[in-house]
């Protein structure tokens, strides 16, 4: 069980959608690029909208570097339409471009 498998138990139940929230929990699809065959979580902490369909995000993870390390305050840019997020801080600002995002748990 992974990242995906929650997301795949909460879209049933009717808790996910593409629109980011405070709050809510980011899903990172799959990436066999990134050797991230579950996807990969971080918590929203805040969501600002920058047009219709692009966000910007400020989100908390774990784990990112296989050490169980905390990074907060990360600042990503989230396309709802191209279902893609830009990390733009933190330790995967430069390679996390065009990863691509299962949607979001929420509370």
């Not at 902490?45 to 047009?51: G, L, N, P």
């Amino acid at each position: 069980n992974g990242p995906l498998t929650w997301f795949a138990c909460e879209k049933e139940r009717g808790n996910t959608s593409l629109i980011p929230q405070p709050g809510s929990i980011l899903i990172l699809a799959a990436n066999s690029r990134r050797k991230m065959p579950t996807g990969h979580v971080a918590y929203v902490e805040k969501v600002v909208a920058q047009s219709e369909t692009v966000y910007r995000l400020v989100f908390t993870h774990t784990n990112y570097d296989r050490r169980c390390s905390l990074e907060s305050n990360i600042e990503a840019v989230y396309d709802s339409e191209a279902r893609t997020l830009d990390i733009h801080a933190g330790a995967w600002q430069t390679w996390g471009k065009d990863l691509p995002v299962a949607g979001f748990i929420l509370e």
